[in-house]
């Protein structure tokens, strides 16, 4: 009897191994052609709207408007965007700090320059931005939980920014249609509500100590001096 329980026991592994294999050779090959896909279609998107949107702009009329501006306002316009930049691939800097790895920092800035650069130019930021961040991680040591973290801090970090400038602005310096009562304090009450977030996450370290988990996924609270850098 044992004998034959474990020849039956034996036949069901079997056949549960079969019936799974066709479902994962499936997967498999819809994996295969559903990434390139999804790709082919956000590049026809992205030239499609190349294609349409310059259509009211004339080669003469930008070329006037650049030769109006002049060389010095050109190459201002240059060092910002060189500066921008500089700024965004700190964003990776500060990130690989947090994960604890150690890289070249060229290498990290090149990489966070291809990724931006594309990003900004195509559009879907966070798919392109991280499909290039992967290729070059990837290759680095840089698993697919620490490439979740490096992007999650990136974005975070770009917010808190975005909320520390845009508050101070709505509270300082509102637009010139926010000028009237009402909506000025509106403005104001806005900016106030950004700078108490950006506050609020300086004084999450200082208040948790675990790590945040969200299925399975787990991410600690940047300490202090990284979340002020």
Request: charged share 15%; with cysteine; hydrophobic share 50%.
């Amino acid at each position: 009897m044992p004998a034959r329980h474990a020849a039956a026991t034996r036949r069901t592994e079997k056949t549960a191994q079969v019936s799974s294999a066709p479902m994962s050779s499936k997967r498999a090959r819809l994996r295969s052609w559903l990434v390139p896909t999804i790709a082919a279609v956000l590049l026809c998107a992205a030239f499609w709207v190349l294609h349409n949107q310059p259509q009211a702009i004339r080669y003469r009329d930008l070329q006037a408007a650049l030769a109006r501006l002049g060389p010095e306002h050109l190459l201002l316009a240059l060092l910002c965007c060189a500066a921008n930049y500089l700024v965004l691939s700190c964003y990776d800097q500060l990130a690989f700090v947090y994960i604890g790895k150690r890289i070249a920092r060229t290498r990290l800035a090149l990489t966070a320059f291809i990724g931006y650069a594309i990003s900004n130019s195509v559009g879907f930021a966070l798919l392109f931005g991280t499909a290039v961040r992967h290729r070059f991680y990837s290759r680095w040591g840089v698993g697919g939980a620490d490439l979740s973290r490096i992007v999650a801090l990136n974005g975070i970090t770009y917010w808190l920014g975005l909320l520390a400038l845009g508050g101070w602005a709505l509270i300082d310096h509102p637009h010139a249609w926010l000028q009237g009562q009402l909506a000025q304090r509106g403005a104001q009450w806005l900016g106030l509500a950004c700078v108490a977030l950006v506050g609020a996450y300086l004084l999450l370290p200082l208040v948790r100590k675990s790590p945040l988990r969200v299925r399975g996924f787990d991410m600690r609270i940047p300490p202090l001096p990284l979340t002020l850098a």
